[in-house]
């Protein structure tokens, strides 16, 4: 039997494991001593591996290139040649009826890895001419980028994962780490151990909530009241650093006048908690001699995400608990390479390595490198932009390269009108996703096990991944595809592998410049930044307190708390609410495929409701129910449970049958543009 050391696919833990490979298949994993999950895994990182096989559990792996003439003509089985002709051709030809930024491209956060994102969003911008590129972190996290670049600097995690375990305290907020980095919230298990005192803020009881010293049980849709509120006290009882502040930060006296009306007293009709909890536990992380803040999607996915990041960032800021170990504050990335999509530029607004496009330098530079005249300067479109713009006759054409937003995006019929409306649609993914449903054209493409690369994890850390076993079928790597397509386009784009990708993007990006392939393989683990070639990376960020903002100064900032924006009445009275499944990620292509994963739970998703709730409707546990929201309905089956709240629902949404995406709302953050997927207005019906 064969090992061959990779990178777990799944979540940003970036778990280092082993696949176990017989005559050319996928047989098993074992876990390695990664840095980050030290000879463990999770049980996707145990079982995650077999839809490489083509086991055709849920869909066929996609082994050929297929076109479709016309759109009620059935896909055909076509040459690489006539796909890549037939593609070229059709996004020539809207580009120039309509205009570069007409189209509308992705990178991809799953297991392609990061030089397949720095071709796409090369692609987008040097052979389209366009920056509408971006990725999944639209829909995660987004706000966590936004927020903390305009209050520290910088939008990445702070700290390292290995370091969560020594800090002192650790506040979670909005986020369930056992169901999205089981690989995490052991982490904060061994901190618990350790002495560590963990509060909890999260109106479901989560699995992190059993070991915490403190739980505030918040409504849902009250994080910025909480936030603030949390500010006033360490501001009223003199809990902040006065040094640390004078020091290292500016705008106090605003920030203090914002939140001076939010005494924990007036924020208990909003928060529904006590004013004495809400000051203990501030009175807790405050006395902590070294303090972490962790938060989620249920930080992110809100219509007021940025400024909720922005407050979480100054609590840090307030008390001190950034630039040394074992403190910071870490929006824990969803997807195995959300982070990686982010650092190679798959985003409207910065080029590899957050060189903003806005930069004359930065076009300049790349431009150059490109061989083109001049890069784009217009900030692009977001991947949330898509139905409306599609709808209002403004995008064109739509290239989705490993991303299914048929299945993840907020109110689906909204989607589905707006991919009907395109000219035209390009799906290039491993399998026959729903949004491949409405392609044009789908171009087969190599999985992870299948191909080379780099993943960034969540906190920064590059790692590379090898290939295990041979493609199936007539596939390509995702930069080879991206390659023939620029060439056929007029702007030769040939590599011979990812390491000429890779130093190319070196080159380019001085955040990564010392992270050669070579370091890759002899220290296994490099946080970038990596300015140098003898630099090991840099675990926590903000060293000396020098922020990464003009002047070096972090900015306190807090922002008025306002409302869900959808409302519940007597006609939709509850609170929808998506989360995760602990066994499938994101949109369950991949592990939908695999045996093991997909016995855990089958169709159709759950909605898990209060005991009261239920008993108020007439819902027996495991029952089959209608969900429905002012935009769809959907079949569920009720899961009753003391550990949802009152007044809430929760679904996950990578369910085919009881897609819960059918019900939510398209509001969206207005810095952001990430869907409030935390709260839609529904109502639940016994079948
Ligand atoms: Fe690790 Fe995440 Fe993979 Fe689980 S899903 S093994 S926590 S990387």
Redesign the pocket.
């Given at each position: 039997m064969e090992k061959h050391m990779t990178v777990?696919p799944?979540?940003g833990?970036?778990?280092k494991l082993n696949l176990l490979v017989e005559n050319n298949k996928v047989v098993g994993a074992e876990p390695l001593n990664g840095v980050t999950?030290e000879g463990e895994?999770?049980l996707?990182?145990y079982y995650?591996w077999d839809f490489i096989n083509d086991t055709k559990i849920l869909t066929p792996r996609l082994k050929h290139p297929m076109i479709r003439r016309s759109r009620d003509a059935e896909f055909e089985v076509v040459s690489w040649d006539e796909a890549i002709k037939f593609t070229a051709s059709r996004l020539a030809a809207v580009k120039a009826k309509y205009g570069p930024d007409s189209i509308m491209l992705t990178g991809s956060s799953r297991g392609t890895g990061n030089e397949s994102n720095f071709v796409m969003q090369k692609f987008a911008r040097a052979v389209v001419g366009t920056n509408n590129v971006d990725c999944c972190a639209r829909v995660c996290h987004g706000p966590s980028v936004s927020g903390l670049m305009v209050t520290l600097g910088n939008g990445a995690m702070s700290n390292s994962i290995c370091e969560i375990e020594d800090s002192k305290c650790i506040l979670v907020f909005g986020y369930n780490a056992a169901d999205s980095?089981?690989?995490v919230a052991r982490r904060i298990i061994k901190a618990k151990e350790k002495g560590a005192q963990i509060i909890v803020c999260d109106p479901r009881r989560i699995e992190t909530a059993r070991i915490a010293d403190m739980w505030l049980q918040m409504k849902n849709g009250s994080n910025m009241a909480l936030v603030n509120a949390f500010a006033n006290v360490l501001i009223t009882e003199g809990l902040y650093n006065n040094d640390y502040v004078a020091n290292f930060s500016e705008g106090f006296e605003e920030y203090k006048a914002t939140v001076a009306k939010y005494t924990p007293e007036y924020v208990e009709s909003i928060t529904g908690l006590s004013a004495k909890e809400i000051r203990e536990a501030m009175r807790m992380y405050a006395a902590a001699p070294s303090a972490t803040i962790l938060w989620g999607m249920g930080v992110t996915q809100w219509g007021q995400a940025v400024d909720v990041v922005k407050g979480l960032s100054s609590l840090a800021v307030l008390t001190g608990n950034l630039g040394r170990p074992n403190v910071g504050v870490g929006p824990v990335r969803g997807q195995?390479n959300v982070q990686g999509a982010c650092d190679m530029g798959a985003l409207p607004n910065v080029f590899p390595g957050y060189q903003s496009v806005t930069s004359p330098e930065a076009r300049a530079k790349f431009a150059k490198a490109w061989g083109v005249e001049s890069l784009p300067d217009k900030i692009g479109l977001s991947i949330t932009d898509v139905p409306h713009m599609a709808e209002e006759g403004k995008l064109k054409a739509f290239y989705c390269f490993g991303e299914d937003p048929a299945q993840t995006e907020p109110d689906l019929n909204l989607v589905r009108k707006a991919f009907e409306k395109l000219d035209f649609m390009i799906v290039q993914d491993i399998f026959m996703t729903k949004t491949a449903m409405f392609a044009d054209v789908v171009l087969p493409a190599t999985s992870w096990g299948e191909h080379d690369g780099v993943f960034s994890s969540a906190d920064r850390g590059f790692q590379r991944f090898t290939k295990a076993v041979d493609a199936k079928g007539d596939v390509k790597h995702d930069w080879e595809i991206l390659g023939l397509l620029a060439t056929e386009m007029g702007y030769p784009m040939k590599y011979k592998d990812t390491k000429e990708i890779w130093d190319e993007l070196r080159e380019l990006c001085p955040l990564y410049y010392g992270a050669t392939y070579e370091k890759l393989d002899g220290l296994g683990y490099i946080q970038w930044p990596c300015t140098t070639l003898d630099a090991p990376g840099t675990p926590y960020l903000y060293e000396g307190n020098v922020f990464q903002r003009e002047g070096g100064k972090a900015l306190l900032f807090a922002s008025e708390w306002r409302p869900p924006l959808e409302k519940v009445d007597a006609e939709y009275p509850l609170g929808l609410c998506t989360v995760r499944e602990v066994g499938h990620?994101s949109c369950r292509s991949m592990t939908g495929n695999c045996v093991a994963l997909q016995t855990l739970a089958d169709e159709p998703g759950y909605v898990t409701i209060n005991p009261q709730n239920a008993k108020e409707l007439g819902i027996r546990d495991q029952q089959l129910v209608w969900v429905a929201s002012r935009r769809g309905k959907v079949i569920a089956r009720a899961s009753i449970t003391e550990r949802t709240n009152v007044g809430a629902v929760y679904m996950t949404y990578q369910w085919w049958i009881g897609a819960c995406n059918e019900l939510t709302v398209h509001h969206v953050d207005p810095i952001s543009k990430t869907p409030e997927y935390k709260f839609s207005a529904v109502r639940l019906e016994a079948i």
């Open positions: 777990c799944y979540c833990s970036g778990c999950n895994l999770c996707k990182g995650g980095h089981p690989i195995n990620y």
